[in-house]
C-alpha cells in the first residue's frame, strides 16, 4: 500500500464498513484482498435468502443503508445480473450511500474480450477456471449455465459491459474520477473515487494480490 493510502486508512476510526453487494454465500475469497486487511468491516448484501447475507437487498435498492454511510461497496460480477434499465439505479444507489471520502470497486465480464472469443468459434472454450468450475463465453453472455440449471435463477445475466460503457455510465452516475480496466481473464474492473478519496487507493487496490491488471 502506498504511504498515501496508509495515510487516508489512519484518518478512520476502525473498523471501516465495505458493503460487498451481491456477495452470495460467504466465502473468503469473494471479498477483494484490499478489503481484507485489518481495519476494515465486511456487511454483506444479496437479494438471495439463501445465500444468507447480513442483509436482504436489491442492489438497486439499498435503502437499509443510510445516506454518506459505508466507506466503500464492492461488487464482483454482480451488475450483470441486473436488468439493463436497473444499472443506473444500482450506480445512484452506490453513490449515495458512500462517505465523501469512500471508493467503489466494481468486476464483471468484459463483453468485448468475450465476443472475440465468441467471433473465433470459440463459445464454449473454457475461458477460465472460477471456484464454481469451467467457465465459457456463453456462460459470460447469459449466466453460469449449471447454477441456472441447478434452479438458481439469480444467476442469469440480463446485460453486459465493455470498457467504454462502464466509464460512461459511471460518469453519468456521478462518479467522476474513475479507472476502467481490462483484465486477463475476459473480465473488467472499474474504480470509483468520491470527492474527498485519496487517489493512493488506486495504486493499493491494483497491487492488492488479485487477479487483476
Avoid at 436482504?56 to 435503502?63: F, H, T
Avoid at 445480473?81 to 444500482?90: C, I, K, M, Q, S
Avoid at 434452479?151 to 460503457?165: L, S, V
Avoid at 474513475?178 to 473488467?188: E, K, M, Q, S, T
Amino acid at each position: 500500500m502506498t504511504a498515501a493510502a496508509q495515510t487516508g486508512s489512519a484518518a478512520h476510526a476502525a473498523p471501516r464498513t465495505v458493503l460487498n453487494v451481491g456477495s452470495g454465500p460467504w466465502a473468503p475469497h469473494k471479498l477483494h484482498p484490499f478489503f481484507r486487511t485489518v481495519g476494515w468491516n465486511e456487511v454483506r448484501v444479496d437479494i438471495d435468502p439463501a445465500a444468507r447475507p447480513d442483509v436482504v437487498a436489491d442492489a438497486a435498492d439499498l435503502s437499509a443503508f443510510r445516506d454518506a454511510s459505508v466507506d466503500a461497496v464492492w461488487s464482483s460480477h454482480n451488475l450483470e445480473h441486473l436488468h439493463d434499465h436497473e444499472v443506473p439505479l444500482a450506480l445512484r444507489e452506490f453513490l449515495r450511500v458512500l462517505r465523501s471520502d469512500g471508493l467503489l470497486l466494481l468486476t464483471m465480464p468484459d463483453l468485448q474480450s468475450v465476443a472475440e472469443m465468441i467471433a473465433a468459434g470459440r463459445c464454449e472454450d473454457v475461458a477460465y477456471v472460477s471456484p464454481a468450475g469451467p467457465i465459457t463465453p456463453i456462460d459470460m453472455v447469459f449466466g453460469h449455465r449449471p447454477s441456472i440449471a441447478a434452479g438458481n435463477a439469480y444467476m442469469a445475466h440480463r446485460t453486459g459491459f465493455t470498457q467504454a460503457r462502464l466509464r460512461r455510465m459511471l460518469v453519468d452516475t456521478g462518479f467522476r474520477r474513475n479507472h476502467v480496466f481490462r483484465g486477463r481473464n475476459l473480465d473488467l474492473w472499474g474504480i470509483a473515487l468520491m470527492p474527498g478519496a485519496d487517489p493512493g487507493v488506486v495504486e493499493a487496490l491494483f497491487h492488492a494480490p488479485a487477479d487483476v491488471p
